[in-house]
């Protein structure tokens, strides 16, 4: 059975990583996983919030978004509405968890980095390829800050790991890599995995959205997100031209 | 090296499930693990929100909440802060989409359940706490409607599996069952495993909270969170009296 | 005309505080008027609010809430609508200046107590059983900071009155103590009363629900009102092992 | 001792009651009670809300609020804060309350009334000020409704009484009748009063600010809240031209 | 074609400015456009917000907002709303800048002021007549602290110029001044002009509300504009007694 | 004197309008003012808000919005704030009223469009760059109508008018068109202009930013601001193949 755009059950679709899309932020990069489009920036603040003072530990966090119309039909915006939806907090707070994964906060010193990934279209795996991204922007801002001599420690002490994350499921009984929006909508599991550069993990998630899953399932759907993910760490190193 | 509270590494702490805690609810379970202590309880209401009327299906929902001083320090109100937090919103998610995979809400017929989990006293384990708990009340709850007639299908059909939920994480490199607070702060990894009472996965959530885990961690920690599951969904029959 | 639970119109419910319901606060209390429960726990902090910094005063201050289904039907939680309701902004007002009337703010120092009043399951009286609950939880925190020597005065010095309260009202013209929630949905006149263990008034709120009232209905009110008041000091003294 | 006004222990300030103060409302009147001054606004809609259609019953509430620098310092707009006070919210309910007193809601038929309290300028007693100015605005609104022929009932049996309200207090032992800021702050008790036009009572609500007090005291207060309700009621039947 | 009200094109309204209109603020200003009545106060503080500390500048500030039933028809408090909406956001801003092109900050020193300008009655150009009032109420609070001694540079250097503001539009293809309710709600243009006493553009804000404008429509409305200031000015200065 | 960029007094940035930048929405426009970026969205409903239903009239409303490092330096996301700050309401105000002035209502029948112009580039000029791309975007939704055969009127009917807008300001006493953010910050008088195609001035908005303006200065911005709308308007119409 094929997938609708025609992929291989274990292939990505084009991953495009561009980096300094945008001309304020420290890291800025523009991550495509096929038609989904995510804005990635870093922004630097020297020094830290109040309560980590003096701890000479640095801070890194995230916040992930999508515009009111990245998807099929218009969404409200969470600042008219008045509140970020659970959807968004659950994302954010998965992204920030996975960059600090990869980061040496004694190394970063007191510096704070910011980490906004703006969904600018979206046609699923939108948390993963913010993840994917937002490394990249991440390295470049570290970058950065070692330019300024305003890091404690090396940069490559600093960013120890990278991370890059995909999202895996399964339909009609087919154990599927990288999801795009008509297949999630149809998955029976869906799994998003965090990987680092040497296939370790970050994060794993699966949720059975229309069912259960057996240990073997969740067997083959590691073993397809840790493959994807090895694929992406190695984007991730072109793009940084190493 | 030996457990703060000198359990077995596959121990679970001493389980109860108080049913008909409140008199108010049409289910409504105190559930314990050790010293966390969470009130369920299930609210049915005839009909459903106006998106799903004519759908046949009924609505099954969940939120989750702690008491201010359910823990160590005393938090603020979110009531009072004006927002729910984050880490509430990815909770009281996790508790409805578990909760859901237990139940045919086409059998269920137009009711909506909304399952309140209110920790009353925190100790680590609060949402596996809560997600085992709520499963009783919720019974209680279909048994009730089924009382009235007011299902769509038979009460078995519409509550076709358990669920049950348990922690696991590592700590000092060992795999262990259903951390308490002490153990939860200082795990390497940390999983919560969602299952059927057939061994099915519901959910799986695991993230390295300082670091990063391997294949065989992995492996290891889902063996305990399946036979931890097993025993949790041994003392929900019990309580359910069959 | 016989009350629904056969008391005599000048007869309290069954009360019981017990002490140490919940591990973690200072004070912890968990009060029963019949079938009303509420849990009271009383947080200590050191210092006080920045505006109260230097002035050598303690700070005591209360929060009242309900769980969503400690009701008849389910409430949604003031967590989710973004707002705290008038009705429990009122309450937690009546609260935390009934207990500050018992205590000797210079006496307790530059030490904050903020007392919850939760309640798990609501049968009228709701207020009035957390002001006596709250009453126990807070002579224990005070107690306690007393252990820790933190205390700028005896702690006879600070706690130097109790202070209990009770609802009464007029249902078909007759006057009773200690209203159920079936009484006091039909009562004419709603009067709750916060005194001393001496009998001094520390607040009287009366509300002609459905009408108005003479003063001699007033003054029935307030005998009655007294009374139980009294008899609750001496379910205190007890609880409180004096 | 003498009052800081001159004035004697049962003497009110000085009352003015000026209707149709503004154009627009259905009703409207600028009620000042010494330097405080509050503008009341009746403003009339056909129908009720959604929850009361069908019942025939017509529906009176009321909303409180004092601009920004009607006080000695200024206050943050709770607009601006964005949620409304303690304080605000349980005034406003008292208002409602008073005024429903008065009111036959079946006489009125499904008609809503919404009495806006602004206070524009506080030297204490705001909240009796309201309820008094808001009765008479009230009242006209009323009989605008009858110039329209959309009352159920005959004007008279619509509004069946008349509410006032005053505050009372103890200053230095001495019980005084209607308080000005300084004295309010200094009250050891401190009691508002809202009666019929008949001397009933409708709310009583009396608070230890810095102390109890005894029941002979409460029934000094009484005595004289009856009697400045009596001479604000003759105000308001003046101010109506009867 | 004759006005609504008679008056000429090119004709204010009888504008009145009263001054001390509340007792407590530090400059208060009733200001009146024809039926148009706009609270204006000032409200002084000593010091400026923190991140202006040091800089030895002062502060000027503007909050506009309505009663809820200063219009036509009630509207919903923003209080209760629980946000300030658009246009009260636009028109606050529109006041405070207006307001600042008037004063010297650094002759005024580390103060801060607050303009609150409350719409009692709208009748049509409540956000002109705000400017003009609160241009009276801020001068009387600079007088204010000069009687204290606490501006940093003379009153007539802090105060280096007056502004006033009109509305303007074109109704039935004629340009007119000062449009009443009336007359703004059909107008074609529609245009607000601040100016300074010597007939100097602070702020220009034309819209075509249905419809757009010619370069010679904006011309001769801008000349009525100038002329309706100039007007304005000598009434600020008539009644601030010069 | 020469302008940063060295641009003329009267010379455009490069401007660019990039049709159908993303795929979900009826129109969709990346519109550039040299580093300016604005992703403008249009965003169709069938159908109208239920106050408008029956009316035979379609409704425009738009939404401004920027990223948080859109800019120098990272502004707070307004949804975490929990509000929708001034400037933005301001400015999405603005957007709306603009493109509603190019629609005729009646001819677009009872249809919704919503414009979403989310800066993800801010330098200067970030809201008449959404205004001219957002004119092409609904151009786009309303070809997209009609191809549905959805327009109760022409298509040219529907969109009778064009508008662009362009800021302009005095720099050092020199009155230059489309000002970057260096130009803008340091600008005596900053003016929005709002322009048809045919050069009739839609909305205009001046404001003397760190002084007053003079009537000639005026003049001189508004001549030099229709031109520059007459070019905007230009590449609008290439940008549609017209």
Redesign the interface.
């Known amino acids: 059975m094929a997938r609708p755009d025609g992929r291989q059950p274990d292939q990505l679709r084009p991953v495009t990583l561009t980096r300094s899309w945008?001309?304020?932020?420290e890291g800025?990069v523009l991550v495509e996983f096929g038609?989904t489009r995510v804005?990635c920036?870093a922004?630097v603040?020297e020094g830290v919030p109040r309560w980590r003072k003096g701890s000479g530990l640095g801070w890194v966090t995230a916040?992930y978004?999508m515009?009111?119309?990245?998807?099929?039909?218009?969404s409200d915006?969470?600042?008219?509405?008045?509140?970020?939806?659970?959807?968004?907090?659950?994302i954010?707070?998965l992204v920030g968890?996975s960059l600090r994964?990869c980061v040496d906060l004694k190394a970063l010193g007191e510096n704070s980095i910011?980490l906004?990934c703006?969904v600018?279209?979206a046609d699923g795996g939108t948390r993963t390829a913010a993840i994917t991204g937002a490394y990249v922007a991440l390295h470049d801002a570290v970058t950065w800050l070692s330019g300024r001599k305003a890091l404690a420690g090396k940069p490559e002490k600093v960013m120890h790991?990278s991370v890059a994350a995909v999202s895996v499921g399964v339909i009609d009984g087919e154990p599927r890599l990288d999801l795009a929006y008509d297949e999630d909508v149809t998955a029976e599991v869906d799994?998003n995995v965090v990987c680092?550069g040497t296939g370790?993990?970050?994060?794993?998630?699966?949720?059975?959205e229309s069912?259960?899953?057996?240990?073997s399932q969740?067997d083959a759907l590691?073993d397809l997100a840790?493959a994807g993910c090895t694929q992406l760490a190695e984007a991730q190193r072109e793009a940084l031209g190493r």
């Open positions: 945008s001309t304020h932020p800025s038609n804005l920036t922004s603040t916040e978004a515009l009111p119309r990245a998807t099929h039909t218009r915006r969470e600042s008219v509405k008045g509140r970020v939806g659970g959807r968004t907090h659950e954010s707070r968890r994964a910011v906004d703006d600018l279209q790991r799994m680092t370790d993990f970050v994060e794993v998630q699966g949720t059975g069912g259960v899953f057996a240990r969740l590691l840790v």
